[in-house]
């Protein structure tokens, strides 16, 4: 699904004290993300907060320059359909003075469903250009926000959202290369920008857990994770691990004697402190087949524990006290195969996924002895479940 521009509502004023301010947004369509960018005056925490439909929204930036010129954006995963109330407070009292302040709210469908996006960007002057280049790319939208102490006049390839006196937001292509540029009058300014991702189009991925990247090759619509942060995109998806990257945390390159998706494996202790969690963002809801190899090529481990999540709700839980012996992986429903008939006699299971994100927690919840570790994890989305090279699945 393409990302795509939705709706644009603002509140502005002039020379008007506010301790909040509200209005109406509609959002529509499906992964849909909001962003709202705020240009007032007033120094460093000068919006304390941001809900839309009582729902609170994430800071992602904040740029002050001069101790007056405040711009700073926020985003919210997921926001309800239809319309309702954007309110934002502030810490104290909006200044009086004049020249222009105000909030501007604009909505996307078919964005990637994080608050982790590009990494914004700010900066700030006192000049006649205030200017930012977000890092983006074609198939994204970048989206800013400016606080000016003049009138401000949008830039080339930049499209109008909002502008009233010394605040603007705009949008642009991410085919058009990121540069949000404002000219005004010299004067101080403070401007931020961040470049909205896609969501992922793709309908089937397998992940092989390794040290290197080349230590053997993935197979078709296969990627690799080497202990990977989130947000990582490869092989046409984004995932990584979003904790658990500390203490007994790693990866090995285990043997290349084996079926490539077996060749290594990432790993946590099993420690009540120190859970690996992954993520993997799913193209859309809706269901999908997920198998697994829980075990490792060349090593046993005393005890194995893995928990799939559909964002919050547990979907599954392989939790294996005996551990898993040399050359042995658990499927998906927990049952151990040999390296050498795991391929062909692993079971999947089929969840419908209510959300798009896909998470798995590796590590028992509780001191345990040596470690978990994945060495493959694979995922159909159902309704393109053609060619499948295996037959047998659970229902979850």
Not at 346 to 374: Q, W, Y
């Amino acid at each position: 699904m393409a990302l795509a521009y939705d709706a644009t509502s603002s509140f502005t004023f002039d020379n008007t004290s506010y301790n909040s301010i509200d209005w109406s947004h509609t959002c529509t369509g499906s992964n849909r993300l909001l962003f709202v960018g705020v240009g007032v005056v007033g120094d460093t925490g000068k919006v304390s907060g941001i809900t839309y439909n009582s729902v609170a929204l994430t800071k992602i930036w904040e740029k002050v320059q001069g101790g007056t010129k405040n711009s700073s954006g926020w985003l919210l995963v997921a926001p309800a359909t239809g319309s309702n109330t954007v309110e934002v407070t502030f810490a104290s009292s909006t200044s009086t003075w004049a020249g222009g302040q105000g909030a501007c709210a604009v909505s996307f469908n078919g964005a990637l469903q994080s608050t982790t996006q590009n990494t914004p960007v700010t900066a700030g002057n006192y000049s006649g250009t205030a200017t930012v280049t977000a890092s983006t790319a074609t198939g994204e939208i970048v989206v800013d926000c400016v606080k000016t102490g003049s009138s401000v006049t949008i830039g080339a390839d930049q499209t109008f959202r909002e502008t009233f006196g010394n605040f603007g937001c705009s949008t642009q292509a991410g085919s058009d290369g990121g540069v949000m540029s404002w000219t005004l009058s010299t004067q101080n300014w403070a401007i931020g920008a961040v470049s909205i991702k896609p969501a992922p189009s793709w309908t089937e991925i397998g992940i092989n857990f390794r040290l290197t990247s080349d230590y053997v090759t993935d197979g078709t619509d296969e990627t690799y994770c080497i202990g990977d942060s989130y947000p990582t995109t490869r092989g046409g998806v984004t995932f990584g691990f979003v904790s658990g990257t500390v203490g007994t945390f790693g990866g090995r390159n285990r043997s290349t004697g084996v079926d490539v998706r077996l060749a290594g494996m990432n790993y946590d202790g099993n420690s009540s402190t120190n859970q690996a969690i992954f993520r993997l963002d799913l193209a859309s809801t809706g269901k999908y087949e997920i198998r697994l190899a829980l075990g490792d090529a060349v090593y046993s481990q005393a005890y194995q524990y893995i928990q799939l999540k559909d964002d919050t709700t547990a979907i599954t839980t392989i939790d294996k006290s005996a551990g898993s012996s040399a050359g042995y992986f658990y499927d998906a429903e927990g049952t151990s195969f040999s390296a050498a008939n795991w391929p062909s006699s692993n079971v999947a299971i089929e969840h419908t996924f209510t959300s798009t994100k896909l998470f798995f927690v590796l590590g028992a919840p509780t001191a345990e002895s040596d470690v978990s570790s994945i060495a493959h994890l694979h995922v159909k989305s159902s309704a393109a479940a053609t060619g499948n090279p295996w037959y047998y699945y659970a229902q979850q």
